[in-house]
């Protein structure tokens, strides 16, 4: 298996244990909560941008900006500006990139849920033996 190194032209495949691995910065935005989240509002269809914020509680307009632009620079999201609408409206879908991470990206989040009373049992546990 070919991995990333210093002036190496042809595409390689990166190695996430090496500290100087680019690939940190994709795991780093697509393992992040609110770009999970995004993803999986979009799976289902192109969105505006006041749709996704009401679909995804607690995410400020701040955070849903800079998340999109984010997911957009790396190729995941598709940003289409609707000219014809008045006013002109923004609206988001995943590229093809977007769409083959959303297979992985749903099993952590039904993980999450489906575990939920495992950790918080766990957290509980851990509470109860530290000295007061």
């Not at 992040?32 to 269809?45: C, N, P, V, Y």
Request: contains cysteine.
């Amino acid at each position: 298996m070919e991995t990333i190194s210093s002036g190496s032209p042809q595409p390689a495949i990166g190695d996430l244990y090496s500290d100087e691995c680019p690939c940190r910065e994709i795991l780093n935005l697509v393992a992040s909560k609110w770009a999970t989240l995004i993803i999986g509002r979009l799976e289902d269809g192109p969105l505006r941008f006041g749709q996704l914020r009401r679909a995804i509680g607690g995410i400020t307009q701040k955070m849903l900006t800079q998340t999109l632009r984010r997911l957009e620079q790396d190729g995941l999201v598709h940003r289409e500006v609707l000219a014809h609408m008045r006013p002109p409206q923004v609206e988001y879908s995943l590229t093809e990139l977007g769409q083959s991470v959303t297979e992985p990206l749903a099993a952590i989040r039904d993980w999450s849920e489906q575990h939920l009373p495992d950790v918080q049992a766990a957290r509980q546990r851990f509470e109860e033996m530290q000295p007061s």
